[in-house]
């Protein structure tokens, strides 16, 4: 079924959330177009980043991917079938193909569980194994993310930021999915433990044949990552190709404002960048 | 002589747990009109020595236990409440890293400015909200006076800080502390507040501290940078210098594990993490704090006692055993960065 070379594939997606006013008998008075007709594919094996900035949409595609929120309207396809109308049940054996990495490793695990039965939930949610099958399996787990195994009876609140977010992919590579989903991975993170997420989710994404969505703010995190880069603004991709394409020769106004506004650690080049950036921020202010 | 000298400070929090030795002899200076980057990682210290600047820490759990901080030949640490309220705004302001949590959401933007105004200088409202206009305008909020009635729920987050610099501006101070200004921000936004903070310090002839995590934006706004580790200055040196011949094992390793946005063989490479985490400042190494992570330390001096803040060339201060310029030919342990 599936075509040749592409794993996912989204196709003109739409979602818009409803402005609603009134005290009692609420009214739809407008809408937010969070995204606003999106394409792209993604080949197996492959990382497109996703780039933009807050209030972009670009964390909404991600859930949309996953059918977390349901599109207003377009497609998506993975490995050929359309997500946009699967039943729940479908759409739960679906998910075993697709997990997501949250950014905050300080939420999104369950305070009341242990660093085991965070890891080993996905498994006994699909009936996988042995109660001392999965026993085994989520040590291999903690194991391959660089996360000490003997710690399994213990709580998320006794590790610092980076060893959580180990446990959070952890769990999502539990059922071997095909996509992961990194929203925003470590952008609450430290430099230093920064570092150390991103060689891992590197390192994983080689020996276990994984294909990512990439979500970040960070332009230089996502340039780390990426194969392509696709850049978001207000609910549009505003420009897709090969990551260094985008970032040496970018072609939208918008995608240069961004890229010529990062400060980059270098305060020689420092200089001429604040000159080229205030230049296109006055070209694009009387250009409006 | 420097407009504000900072010898020795120690601030330490007396928790149940232990005291947290949150600054641990931090000392620096910065000269009148010119930028001091304080960076580094969370929980280094950078904010705990801002707020003891400004006499801002909680006390309790917080003290100074010793060191001074001297602005223009006045110790703050040994004035009262009442001269240091005096004394902040007027002369050293500061600004925080959230917009939306550090203005009042219940008075309108013109309130808190002109109140700001009113309590140093004797002046009938009507006046003070002229100046309130004259500050929107010069941090470039479009239609100033217009919005000058307005609560901070309908402005931006960039517009925001812009409204918080507008406050610090508004008695003119000589010193600004900018903590994390920037961070909360879009990287567009941050662009643009970031260049309004050096065209307001180069008009107003301000001294600026700018304490961040982000080694970019220290690279474009400092004149001179120090690297805080664990509580403590590790290096202190000029922005180029430091980039250029950085000394310490700790600049070293942030820069190396930055992602960068061009060059060969981004998407290949691997990017130099540092192993472990800072060390708990309940109790800290008696040796070098950056030891247990650092790849050249071995089994000598680092490993049995702290090394000093030590001038290396002139202008560059540095806190290791093993510097890079001295290590040349010098062992390198797995994994040191190449």
């Known amino acids: 079924m599936s075509q040749d070379g592409v794993l996912l594939e989204v196709k003109n997606l739409h979602k818009h959330f409803p402005i609603r006013e009134g005290l009692l008998i609420e009214r739809k008075v407008g809408e937010v177009k969070a995204v606003d007709g999106v394409s792209f594919e993604i080949a197996p094996g492959e990382t497109l980043g996703l780039v933009g900035e807050s209030g972009s949409g670009k964390s909404t595609i991600g859930y949309c991917i996953l059918q977390l929120i349901k599109p207003t309207s377009g497609s998506v396809r993975f490995e050929g079938t359309e997500l946009t109308d699967l039943g729940r049940e479908e759409l739960r054996r679906m998910r075993r193909e697709m997990q997501i990495v949250f950014q905050d490793p300080y939420s999104s695990l369950d305070p009341r569980m242990t660093v085991g039965d965070i890891v ?80 891992l989710l590197k390192d994983l994404q080689r020996d276990f044949e994984l294909t990512y969505l990439f979500i970040a703010h960070d332009l230089a995190v996502v340039r780390s990552m990426s194969d392509r880069i696709a850049v978001m ?32 650690p270098d305060p020689r080049a420092m200089k001429e960048r604040k000159a080229a950036r205030r230049k296109l921020r006055h070209a694009l202010a009387e250009g409006v | 002589m420097a407009l504000l000298e900072v010898n020795d400070l120690r601030t330490h929090f007396f928790t149940r747990e232990g005291t947290v030795r949150a600054v641990d002899g931090v000392s620096f200076a910065v000269e009148k009109g010119r930028t001091l980057g304080i960076v580094g990682e969370s929980g280094c210290g950078k904010s705990v020595t801002a707020l003891s ?84 305008e010069e941090v470039r909020i479009p239609r100033a006076s217009e ?53 307001l310090r180069t008009e107003h002839d301000m001294a600026m501290i700018i304490i961040t995590h982000d080694m970019g934006v220290v690279a474009e706004a400092a004149d001179d940078i120090i690297v805080m580790y664990a509580g403590q200055v590790v290096e202190h040196a000029s922005t180029l210098d430091l980039f250029d011949r950085p000394e310490h094992p700790y600049t070293e390793a942030l820069l190396g594990a930055l992602p960068q946005i061009e060059g060969e063989g981004i998407r290949e490479g691997r990017l130099t993490a540092i192993p472990g985490r800072p060390p708990d400042l309940i109790d800290p190494p008696q040796a070098c704090r950056f030891g247990p992570r650092c790849p050249y330390a071995g089994d000598d001096s680092c490993t049995q006692q702290q090394p000093e803040l030590r001038e290396l060339r002139k202008g560059h201060w540095v806190r290791s055993a093993h510097p890079a310029s001295e290590r040349v030919g010098a062992a390198r342990r797995e994994g040191a960065p190449a």
């Open chain 1, 120 to 199: 080993g939930e996905p498994l006994i949610v699909h009936g996988i194994g042995t109660k001392a099958d999965r026993k085994i399996r989520i040590r291999e787990l903690l194991d391959v993310v660089g996360f000490n195994p003997s710690f399994t009876n213990r709580y998320p609140h006794e590790f610092s930021g980076g060893q959580r977010q180990r446990i959070g992919i952890a769990r999502a590579l539990a059922l071997s999915p095909k996509l992961i989903v990194c929203d925003e991975p470590v952008s609450a993170l430290d430099v230093s433990i920064q570092a150390q997420i991103l060689n």
């Open chain 1, 233 to 264: 603004n207000r609910g549009q991709l505003v420009e897709i190709g090969l990551a260094e394409q985008v970032y040496t020769n970018p072609q939208d106004d918008y995608t240069k404002a961004l890229l010529s506004a990062v400060p980059i």
């Open chain 2, 53 to 136: 600047i400004m006499g801002l820490i909680p006390k309790p759990p917080a003290k100074i236990v010793s060191g001074s901080v001297v602005y223009d030949g006045q110790n703050l640490t040994s004035l009262s409440e009442r001269k240091l309220e005096d004394l902040r705004g007027r002369k050293i302001a500061m600004i925080f890293q959230d917009p939306m949590t550090s203005l009042n959401p219940t008075l309108t933007i013109g309130t808190q400015i002109t109140e700001t105004i009113r309590r140093h200088y004797d002046v009938p409202k009507s006046q003070a909200r002229k100046k309130a206009i004259e500050l929107l």
């Open chain 2, 147 to 199: 919005r000058l009635d307005d609560y901070p729920h309908r402005f931006s987050g960039g517009m925001r800080q812009r409204v918080m610099i507008a406050i610090a501006l508004s008695c003119d101070p000589k010193l600004l502390i900018a903590d994390e200004p920037t961070t909360a921000l879009d990287v567009t936004v941050q662009a643009s507040v970031l260049d309004l903070l050096d065209d």
